[in-house]
């Protein structure tokens, strides 16, 4: 029975999509809900899965090419028996020669460009499978070294020292050219056109941390035994009092659509997540009716479920408001870019010991700089300040958050 494969279907938001991988080869034995391909859209990379036991007859579209939403991409034979993965076994001096190690088509493409050992390469693909993302993430390590040339691993099976394999020739000057995903490029458009479309502006201000520190510290042990495991951290302190300040200034919750300010009677913050892939944006719903530890289980879930490429398009889409924290990477002070159609955007940054006046003396503080960037469009200086001051107010006092004063 012939099945036709399909590429999903994308939202209305998403005019079509990448094919990256194929990890299934015409002929090759396929289980059902096996992955077969990943299709990477401007938002996230979508997986498309075996409906069924048999092999895939035909591959209409290669890796590579654009696909529309529900457009056929390949042929697939129900109750065919396939070879075994013919792609590995093609290349057995690039990969090993057992079931458990199985090289996908782009990753394989990959090792033999770098010339790797496929090896010693960790596949966290199904069955142990080596990914293209496995394959990159090898190269960004630095901690390996190029598998010999083919001539010279026949000649000489003992490995050459490390010093030699990962050094440069000496008045080298190397290049990579490598090709930009569709999900940076698009990323990179989003951020030009909030620039160029927008009257951006930012405002700076910074909060007294010790009174979170103290607190955090205080009951994050007893937070992590009654919460299973889920760890108190700052940010879900930023999600709750940014909550509470985008209550009290409706304006910086709101979006442009065209000509209309649209005010929106809910909370639904972003928190921005890096990737490998690029930088993604989760939204957290309802903030208003999240707890503590729910912000913070959801957001250790966007994070693994980031790494892992595992976000799906609806957990990206909406949001009324982003926050977004450069201090896990050290900086200190930064000017975030809205993302749209959303007017406004909270940067945090490094907690770092300073000297304050306090009270007339010198006391030496945990302080970080916050910076929110608005469409003055939509938002006056007023508001945007006020609503600046209103988070570190909160954050400084964080009883307040509690006791809604």
């Given at each position: 029975m012939s099945i036709e494969i399909k590429a999903p279907t994308f939202p209305e938001s998403v005019a079509d999509g990448t094919v990256t991988t194929w990890h299934k080869q015409p002929g090759e034995a396929c289980a059902a809900d096996e992955l077969i391909v990943d299709i990477e859209t401007d938002k996230v990379v979508l997986e498309v899965v075996a409906p069924a036991d048999g092999v895939i007859k035909e591959i209409l579209k290669g890796e590579g090419e654009t696909v529309l939403s529900d457009e056929v991409i390949a042929h697939f034979e129900q109750g065919a028996a396939g070879t075994a993965a013919e792609a590995p076994a093609a290349s057995a001096e690039a990969a090993p020669a057992g079931d458990a190690d199985k090289v996908g088509p782009a990753a394989r493409k990959l090792i033999e460009e770098n010339n790797l050992d496929a090896s010693k390469i960790p596949g966290t693909g199904k069955g142990g499978g080596i990914t293209k993302e496995d394959v990159q993430n090898f190269l960004k390590s630095g901690a390996q070294a190029p598998a010999p040339a083919p001539a010279a691993a026949k000649a000489a099976p003992a490995p050459a020292p490390a010093a030699a394999a990962v050094n440069v020739p000496a008045g080298e000057r190397t290049e990579k050219r490598v090709p930009m995903t569709r999900l940076r490029a698009t990323i990179a458009k989003r951020l030009v056109e909030a620039q160029q479309n927008a009257a951006m502006?930012?405002?700076?201000?910074?909060?007294?941390?010790?009174?979170?520190?103290?607190?955090?510290?205080?009951?994050?042990?007893?937070?992590?035994?009654?919460?299973?495991?889920?760890?108190?951290?700052?940010?879900?302190?930023?999600?709750?009092?940014?909550?509470?300040?985008?209550?009290?200034?409706?304006?910086?919750?709101?979006?442009?659509?065209?000509?209309?300010?649209?005010?929106?009677?809910?909370?639904?913050?972003?928190?921005?997540?890096?990737?490998?892939?690029?930088?993604?944006?989760?939204?957290?719903?309802?903030?208003?009716?999240?707890?503590?530890?729910?912000?913070?289980?959801?957001?250790?879930?966007?994070?693994?479920?980031?790494?892992?490429?595992?976000?799906?398009?609806?957990?990206?889409?909406?949001?009324?408001?982003?926050?977004?924290?450069?201090?896990?990477?050290?900086?200190?002070?930064?000017?975030?870019i809205l993302n749209p159609p959303q007017t406004a955007i909270l940067g945090m940054h490094k907690i770092q010991e300073r000297p304050m006046a306090v009270n007339g003396e010198v006391v030496i503080l945990p302080m970080m700089y916050l910076a929110l960037s608005y469409d003055h469009r939509m938002i006056d200086g007023k508001e945007a300040v006020q609503f600046l001051v209103t988070i570190k107010e909160l954050l400084e006092d964080p009883a307040r958050m509690l006791l809604d004063v």
């Amino acid at each position: 029975m012939s099945i036709e494969i399909k590429a999903p279907t994308f939202p209305e938001s998403v005019a079509d999509g990448t094919v990256t991988t194929w990890h299934k080869q015409p002929g090759e034995a396929c289980a059902a809900d096996e992955l077969i391909v990943d299709i990477e859209t401007d938002k996230v990379v979508l997986e498309v899965v075996a409906p069924a036991d048999g092999v895939i007859k035909e591959i209409l579209k290669g890796e590579g090419e654009t696909v529309l939403s529900d457009e056929v991409i390949a042929h697939f034979e129900q109750g065919a028996a396939g070879t075994a993965a013919e792609a590995p076994a093609a290349s057995a001096e690039a990969a090993p020669a057992g079931d458990a190690d199985k090289v996908g088509p782009a990753a394989r493409k990959l090792i033999e460009e770098n010339n790797l050992d496929a090896s010693k390469i960790p596949g966290t693909g199904k069955g142990g499978g080596i990914t293209k993302e496995d394959v990159q993430n090898f190269l960004k390590s630095g901690a390996q070294a190029p598998a010999p040339a083919p001539a010279a691993a026949k000649a000489a099976p003992a490995p050459a020292p490390a010093a030699a394999a990962v050094n440069v020739p000496a008045g080298e000057r190397t290049e990579k050219r490598v090709p930009m995903t569709r999900l940076r490029a698009t990323i990179a458009k989003r951020l030009v056109e909030a620039q160029q479309n927008a009257a951006m502006l930012t405002t700076y201000n910074e909060v007294n941390m010790k009174p979170v520190m103290e607190l955090r510290k205080q009951y994050k042990d007893l937070f992590e035994k009654v919460h299973g495991g889920t760890r108190l951290g700052f940010m879900s302190f930023f999600v709750k009092a940014a909550t509470e300040a985008l209550k009290r200034f409706p304006a910086v919750n709101a979006s442009i659509d065209g000509n209309d300010m649209v005010y929106h009677g809910y909370q639904d913050i972003g928190v921005a997540v890096s990737t490998d892939r690029g930088l993604m944006v989760p939204v957290l719903r309802d903030t208003d009716a999240m707890s503590l530890a729910d912000v913070e289980s959801t957001i250790a879930d966007f994070g693994k479920r980031g790494r892992d490429g595992k976000l799906g398009m609806e957990d990206m889409q909406g949001g009324t408001f982003t926050i977004t924290n450069g201090g896990v990477f050290g900086s200190l002070m930064s000017t975030p870019i809205l993302n749209p159609p959303q007017t406004a955007i909270l940067g945090m940054h490094k907690i770092q010991e300073r000297p304050m006046a306090v009270n007339g003396e010198v006391v030496i503080l945990p302080m970080m700089y916050l910076a929110l960037s608005y469409d003055h469009r939509m938002i006056d200086g007023k508001e945007a300040v006020q609503f600046l001051v209103t988070i570190k107010e909160l954050l400084e006092d964080p009883a307040r958050m509690l006791l809604d004063v």
